[in-house]
């Protein structure tokens, strides 16, 4: 019997001293992934047309201000001069595609898109991302392309939620456009009336409104009680535009209206250019106009176009009127809040159009695989700032040496023939930022937060880890590979804070007394480089949690702690592959 116990008893403590280490890191095996959409090339898993969804801060007709759902902009031009009908979009989050017509005039067919190698949202080198979290100044775009310069070539004008229009001028030729990255914003912002900002979320329409010879710009605005569709006449000489206060004037009143996206087409056949405007409701409002305008007239409106048996679509919209199949009618090419794209096709005639329920459009996938996002990780690809076809993804199809996933970050093979890609870059900096007190507390940054102001082609992935223990020694290790990896780090901080007894009280401006708190904290960050190679690389770092500040000794964990990989992949060709991530605790008492 004492040997049986015995034998037991060491057979569980052998156990115990060769048991598997916890891993601290949650999924560090990459196993576990959520699939989404691949949507860089412009559709969506369903096969429709699409784009990225975004919301920004916006005033309602409540009164309150909210996170708003903002459609997709959109346009038809013959953007690569091969007489054929093509559609270009600006999704709310920034990226520009066009589709390519490669069928014809009468039966135009949209594939897969080809990216546009600008950003709006970062459209000049030397404006750092906003870093506000809902309301970017230069975000949610809405476009429109104009031969400006009565070159035969087309530019593209962007209206963007600080309420500024831009000029990109295309410095290409007519069969293969060319968008350049500015190297300053002032070089492509067209001054507009005003010295003070009177709108947001402004979306452009441009046209030769008092028959002068020169393009105009009618702009909707986006703002609850100041809504309304602007026309802003140009008092330029030459080719570049020039607006001033005396010449803007209210055109169309949103009467409530709200985020009003213009477009002309004429209505009712009196050979007159009438306005069309879509809203946050999903309503298309008519403003007939009488002829004979002259500033300060204001053209009524008329109707709101029935889609069916429907006046809204329930879904915030920006239409574009374009005859799109070729039949002397106006059509409307609608962008929605869903991130598609729908045509309305007019059954009526020109006098009196009718249109039915808009068609959601359809492509064909040209990117088969989904972007599988690895759980319990948070990352970002810089694709808020203006890192095209770039990807985070784990690969459900490659075992790692440890026997997980791997997880893949770099850049999807362009489709572009149109197009040429070309490197996008900001004036970005490369500040740890891992912890922040606020609100009267320690919070962990999050991922989206801390690359703000980043570069473009800078790639993060953190995970929160719960208590580190004062005094233990850890191991972390992980493997990795790559080409043209620059500034691989991998950190673990952790941060340790103890708030103290306040020592003083001060009496504020109310009468109140607040006291002046001693609060003691100390971060830390434990790192370990890395940089490309073919084959896979073992990388290790050991450490032991510890503080240096006396008031932080005694703590028995550390109040905050995260892992994080950084690293730089230049565009378009450069990747890195992660696997296999422990952080363990040491063995103790051997």
């Not at 091969?82 to 017509?101: H, K, M």
């Not at 009488?290 to 109707?303: D, F, I, S, V």
């Not at 990807?391 to 572009?416: I, M, R, T």
Request: net charge negative; with cysteine; glycine share 10%.
């Amino acid at each position: 019997m004492k040997r049986i116990l015995l034998t037991l008893l060491f057979g569980c403590a052998t156990s115990s001293a060769w048991a598997e280490p916890q891993n601290l890191i949650t999924n560090g095996d990459f196993s576990k992934f959520t699939p989404v959409d691949n949507l860089w090339e412009g559709v969506d898993g369903s096969g429709f047309l699409a784009g990225f969804r975004r919301s920004t801060y916006a005033t309602t007709e409540s009164g309150k201000v909210g996170g708003q759902e903002m459609p997709i902009s959109d346009s038809i031009v013959d953007i690569n001069g091969d007489g054929l009908p093509d559609l270009v979009t600006a999704d709310p989050a920034g990226v520009l595609r066009a589709y390519i017509n490669s069928g014809t005039k009468t039966e135009p067919k949209f594939t897969h898109a080809e990216i546009i190698p600008i950003f709006p949202p970062q459209i000049a080198k030397d404006t750092v991302y906003d870093r506000s979290w809902w309301t970017g100044p230069h975000s949610v775009p809405k476009i429109a392309l104009d031969d400006w310069s009565h070159n035969g070539k087309l530019d593209l004008l962007i209206g963007n939620y600080c309420g500024d229009i831009l000029r990109v001028p295309n410095t290409g030729s007519k069969q293969a456009p060319v968008f350049a990255q500015p190297g300053n914003y002032d070089r492509v912002k067209i001054p507009l009336a005003g010295k003070r900002p009177w709108g947001n979320l402004f979306a452009p329409c441009p046209i030769d409104w008092d028959k002068d010879g020169k393009t105009d710009l009618l702009i909707g605005e986006g703002s609850y009680s100041a809504n309304a569709v602007y026309v802003l006449l140009n008092q330029s000489s030459g080719s570049e535009p020039k607006f001033n206060d005396e010449h803007r004037y209210y055109l169309c009143y949103g009467d409530g209206r709200e985020q009003l996206v213009p477009t002309v087409a004429d209505y009712n056949g009196d050979g007159l250019p009438d306005v069309i405007v879509g809203d946050r409701k999903g309503t298309v409002g008519v403003y007939l106009n009488p002829g004979g305008w002259k500033p300060g007239t204001e053209l009524p409106l008329a109707e709101m176009i029935h889609f069916g048996n429907r006046d809204s679509l329930g879904t915030p919209v920006a239409p574009h009127a374009t005859d799109f199949n070729g039949d002397g009618l106006f059509d409307l090419i609608i962008g929605q809040g869903n991130g598609r794209i729908s045509l309305a096709v007019n059954k009526g005639t020109k006098t009196q159009p009718k249109f039915e329920m808009p068609v959601e459009l359809r492509g064909e996938k040209y990117f088969k695989e989904k972007i599988n996002q690895p759980d319990w990780w948070s990352f970002d690809a810089g694709n808020d700032r203006g890192n095209l076809y770039a990807y985070v993804s784990v690969d459900p199809n490659e075992a790692s040496p440890g026997g997980g996933k791997v997880l893949k970050a770099g850049y999807f093979p362009s489709p572009n023939k149109v197009f040429k890609m070309s490197s996008l870059s900001i004036n970005g900096r490369d500040d740890a930022d891992f912890f922040r007190y606020w609100r009267d507390e320690w919070v962990p940054v999050d991922v989206h937060w801390a690359s703000h102001g980043r570069m473009a082609d800078s790639f993060l992935l953190r995970q929160q880890l719960g208590d580190l223990k004062v005094g233990t020694t850890y191991k972390l290790t992980f493997k990795v590979k790559g080409k043209g990896i620059t500034d691989g780090v991998c950190t673990v901080a952790y941060l340790g804070a103890a708030e103290n007894v306040a020592t003083k009280f001060q009496k504020n401006d109310r009468g109140g007394v607040k006291a002046q708190k001693d609060e003691t904290h100390e971060e830390v960050n434990e790192k370990v480089a890395f940089s490309s190679g073919n084959e896979w690389k073992s990388m290790e770092k050991t450490f032991t949690v510890n503080f240096k500040e006396h008031g932080l000794k005694k703590l028995p964990t550390t109040t905050l702690a995260m892992v994080e990989f950084k690293f730089v992949l230049p565009q378009y060709g450069a990747d890195c592959e992660i696997c296999d991530v422990q952080l363990v605790a040491a063995p103790t008492g051997k």
